[in-house]
C-alpha cells in the first residue's frame, strides 16, 4: 500500500510518501504565499519522481495543515493535531505530549499511547513566541535566524521584551535598537521572548512526558535552549522535526484504506 | 476532510412561535422610527431597570448601543469599519469595545446604518455595569449632543462572596434607580406611572419563570431549541422591550411547544449526537458558528451567558425552577419594593458571583452534567462585553475534569476589524476531529 501525506504550512509545503509503512521519498520547499497550490503541485512532482511513482500509483493522499484545502488532488484532510500525534507517534512511540512551533501557529497536545488526543491547546490570534515573528525579528537585526541562534548564545544580558503580542514585541526591539542596546542582548531577548510564550502556551494545560519538540522553530537550538531551560524538560526532538505532521497524515492514509 | 454518517436521525421541525417573535421585535424597532411623531425621548444608553423604566415612563425609549452595535455589525461589513476609523480619528484607541466604537463612530458621522442621519439622542442614562467602555460612551455621547445625563455607579467587586457587602451595594443601587426616575420626570416634565411600573415588574417576573421553563427543557435528549435560535428568542422581554402583556403570552407559546417538543422527542438538530456548552456567544455577526458545528451533529445547549435562568439545582443534578418563583412578588405594591425586588437579581453577581472563578468552575461542572454536554467551549473575550474574568480559570479546571475544552480569542463586541471567521472554523474542527468526530455526510 502506498500513502501520501502533504502538509501545507504558512511557510512551507512538506510531503511524505509510505510503502508498506515505511518513508520511501519525502520533501520540503516554500509555500510561496498566495500561490501554495501551486508550490503543492510542484513539490508534489518533485517527491513523485524520487518515488519512481506516477499519482495513480498513490492509493490514497491526506492533507494536513493550514493550507490543507488547497490541495485539490488530495483524497481527504485531516486537522493538524490529529496529524501531529500520529508522526510523532510513529517517531517516539513513547511520547505523551508534543509541541508543535511552526510559522503562525503553536500546538500543545497531550495523548494515549494509542494515539488519542487527552486535550490540546492552540495559541490564539496574537502571533508573538512563532517562527514568522522569528524571522521579522532576525530581518530587523540584519542576522539570519541561524546567526540570532548564535549570538544569543554570547550575551549574558536579563533584557527582556513583551512575549504576549508580536507588535509589542516589535515596539519593545525598536526601543533596544534606539538604546544602542548590543545586539547579541536583542537576540537573547527575542528568543527568551519566543521560549516564554511557548511556556505559557504549555501552561494552559496540562502535560505528560515524554515530550517531543516539532515543527521549525525545533531547529532553533537557542529557542530551545531557552524552553529547556524555562520548563526544566529534555525534549526530544526528530531529525526533521517539521515533517511529524505530513508523515502522520500519510499514517492516517492507511488506516483510511484499510477501513 | 475525513467523514462520518450519521447514525441517528430525530424528527424535526421548524418553530411555531417564531413568527410571532418577529413581530414582538419590529415593534419594539417601530417606536424608535416613530420617536419624532409621538414626542417620545429618545434615550441613549441603558438602565437598569429594562423594560420596567419604559412601562412607567412610556414617553421615554431606551436604545442601547449593544443591540444596536451588532446589529450594524451584523448588517454591513464596511460601515462599521468606517465608524471605528472615524472614531479613532477622534484619537480614541482601537482597543476601544467595538460596540462602543461602533456606536459613537455612527454618531460621529452622523450616518446611520439604517439610511439618514444618525437619530438624535435626547437623555444619556448608562446604568450598572461592569464595562468601563459602556460608562465612557455616557460621557462622550451627553457631551456630543449636549444633552442631561444620568450616571450609575459600577456595582461589583472581585472576592470571596460577602452577603453584607452585597445587600449594601443593592441598596446603593436602589437608592440610584429612585434618584434616575426623579431625575427622568424632571428632564421629560412626564410623571412616572407607579401602578404601571408594578404590575409590569409582576409581569416581568412570569416571564422570567416561562424563560426558565424553557430553558428547562434543554436538559432533554434531543434538545428541542437550539442556542442560536434560542438568542433570537431569548431578548424579548429584556433588551427588546416590546409590549410586556403580549411579551408574557409569547413566552408562554415558547414554553408550551418546548415542553411538546421534548415529550415528543423533536430535535432541534435531526442529527444530534454531541452536546456542548458555549460560554459566551461568538460575534453576533457570526451565528453560523453553530449551523457549523450542527455538521458535526453538535447542538449548543446551553451558554453562560445567559446564566441559569433562575434554576436551582436538585439533589438528583437536574436543574428546575424553585417552589413559588412568582408568589412571593405578588404582595408588592410600591415604587421602591419593585426596585428593589427587581434589582435584588444583582445580589449574587455582587456578592462576588459572577466574577469568582472558583465558584463558577464548580457550577460550570454541575451545569455541564444536568446538561449532559460533551465539551464545552470558552471564548477569550478581547475587550467589551463579559471580557475575559474567569475563562482561563475555567479551561483548567475543565481540563483537569477530563472534560473536551476549546478556547478561541475573538471580540465579541467586535467591528469585524478583529475577527478570523475561517481560523475560528478551523479551530473547530481541530476540536472535533481531535475527540474522533467527523462531519455527517448521508
Not at chain 1, 173 to 192: E, Q, S, Y
Not at chain 1, 234 to 254: T, W
Request: glycine share 10%; aromatic share 8%; hydrophobic share 40%.
Amino acid at each position: 500500500m502506498i500513502t501520501a501525506g502533504i502538509d501545507v504550512g504558512v511557510k512551507t509545503v512538506k510531503i511524505v510518501i509510505l510503502k508498506n509503512n515505511e518513508i520511501i521519498a519525502g520533501g520540503m520547499a516554500p509555500s510561496e504565499g498566495f500561490e501554495r497550490g501551486k508550490a503543492t503541485e510542484k513539490l508534489w512532482n518533485n517527491v513523485l519522481k524520487q518515488a519512481g511513482l506516477s499519482e495513480s500509483g498513490v492509493d490514497t493522499i491526506i492533507a494536513t495543515g493550514t493550507g490543507k484545502t488547497d490541495v485539490g488532488f488530495a483524497n481527504n484532510n485531516v486537522v493538524e493535531v490529529v496529524a501531529d500525534v500520529q508522526g510523532v507517534l510513529r517517531l517516539f512511540p513513547s511520547a505523551r505530549t508534543l509541541i508543535d512551533t511552526g510559522a503562525e501557529q503553536i500546538r500543545v497536545v497531550k495523548f494515549d499511547e494509542m494515539g488519542r488526543v487527552i486535550n490540546y491547546v492552540l495559541n490564539q490570534q496574537c502571533g508573538a513566541g512563532l517562527g514568522a515573528f522569528a524571522e521579522s525579528m532576525a530581518r530587523a537585526l540584519g542576522v539570519t535566524l541561524e546567526e540570532m541562534s548564535r549570538l544569543m548564545l554570547s550575551s549574558k544580558s536579563d533584557t527582556t521584551i513583551n512575549a504576549e503580542c508580536g507588535v509589542y514585541a516589535s515596539l519593545d526591539v525598536v526601543t533596544l535598537i534606539h538604546n544602542n542596546t548590543a545586539k547579541a542582548d536583542i537576540a537573547r531577548a527575542i528568543l527568551d521572548a519566543i521560549a516564554n510564550k511557548i511556556n505559557s502556551t504549555v501552561n494552559l494545560t496540562n502535560i505528560d512526558k515524554p515530550v517531543v519538540l516539532i515543527g521549525g522553530v525545533a531547529h532553533n537550538e537557542g529557542i530551545v535552549d531557552a524552553l529547556r531551560r524555562r520548563m526544566g524538560i529534555d525534549f526530544l526532538i526528530p531529525q526533521e522535526p517539521e515533517m511529524a505532521g505530513a508523515l502522520g497524515a500519510a499514517l492516517i492514509g492507511i488506516s483510511e484504506v484499510s477501513q | 476532510m475525513l467523514i462520518q454518517r450519521p447514525e441517528k436521525r430525530w424528527e424535526t421541525r421548524p418553530l411555531e412561535c417564531w413568527n410571532k417573535a418577529k413581530e414582538l421585535r419590529k415593534q419594539f424597532y417601530q417606536k424608535e422610527s416613530t420617536a419624532k411623531e409621538t414626542n417620545t425621548f429618545i434615550i441613549g444608553g441603558g438602565d437598569s431597570l429594562g423594560m420596567g423604566m419604559m412601562v412607567g415612563m412610556p414617553v421615554c425609549h431606551f436604545i442601547h448601543p449593544n443591540p444596536l452595535a451588532a446589529e450594524m455589525v451584523n448588517a454591513s461589513d464596511s460601515f462599521p469599519r468606517e465608524c471605528r476609523a472615524a472614531f479613532e480619528a477622534k484619537g480614541y484607541g482601537h482597543d476601544w469595545c467595538g460596540y462602543m466604537a461602533s456606536y459613537l463612530g455612527s454618531m460621529m458621522l452622523n450616518r446611520s446604518f439604517r439610511g439618514g442621519e444618525f437619530p438624535r439622542r435626547d437623555i444619556s442614562v448608562t446604568g450598572n455595569d461592569l464595562c468601563n467602555f459602556f460608562f465612557k460612551h455616557g460621557q462622550l455621547e451627553s457631551e456630543y449632543w449636549d444633552i442631561p445625563m444620568h450616571h450609575e455607579d459600577s456595582m461589583t467587586y472581585y472576592g470571596e462572596p460577602d452577603p453584607e457587602r452585597a445587600n449594601a451595594l443593592v441598596e446603593c443601587l436602589v437608592a440610584q434607580n429612585l434618584d434616575l426616575i426623579e431625575f427622568l420626570e424632571k428632564a421629560t416634565g412626564k410623571k412616572f406611572d407607579d401602578e404601571a411600573y408594578v404590575e409590569s415588574f409582576k409581569r416581568g417576573r412570569r416571564t422570567g419563570v416561562l424563560r426558565a421553563e424553557v430553558i428547562e427543557t434543554l436538559q432533554n435528549i434531543p434538545a428541542p431549541l437550539d442556542e442560536k435560535s434560542g438568542y433570537s428568542l431569548f431578548t424579548l422581554g429584556g433588551l427588546v422591550g416590546s409590549d410586556p402583556e403580549q411579551t408574557e403570552k409569547l413566552w408562554e407559546m415558547i414554553r408550551d411547544e418546548m415542553r411538546w417538543r421534548a415529550e415528543n422527542q423533536i430535535a432541534a438538530v435531526a442529527t444530534e449526537r454531541y452536546r456542548f456548552k458555549d460560554g459566551f456567544p461568538p460575534p453576533w455577526y457570526c451565528l453560523n458558528y453553530y449551523r457549523y458545528m450542527e455538521e458535526y451533529g453538535a447542538v449548543c445547549v446551553s451558554v453562560n451567558y445567559g446564566g441559569t435562568g433562575g434554576l436551582e439545582e436538585q439533589p438528583d443534578g437536574s436543574y428546575k425552577l424553585p417552589k413559588n418563583p412568582v408568589e412571593r412578588f405578588e404582595n408588592i405594591k410600591t415604587r421602591e419594593d419593585a426596585v428593589r425586588a427587581q434589582l435584588s437579581g444583582w445580589r449574587n453577581f455582587m456578592a462576588g458571583g459572577l466574577p469568582n472563578p472558583e465558584g463558577n468552575s464548580e457550577r460550570l461542572l454541575k451545569w455541564i452534567k444536568a446538561f449532559k454536554c460533551d465539551g464545552v467551549i470558552l471564548q477569550l473575550q478581547r475587550n467589551g462585553i463579559g471580557c475575559v474574568d474567569k475563562e482561563r480559570e475555567e479551561t483548567i479546571r475543565m481540563v483537569e475534569e477530563g472534560i473536551p475544552v476549546m478556547n478561541w480569542e475573538t471580540s465579541h463586541a467586535g467591528s469585524r476589524t478583529d475577527f478570523d471567521e475561517n481560523r475560528m472554523f478551523d479551530q473547530l474542527d481541530t476540536f472535533m476531529e481531535s475527540q474522533g468526530l467527523r462531519k455527517l455526510v448521508d
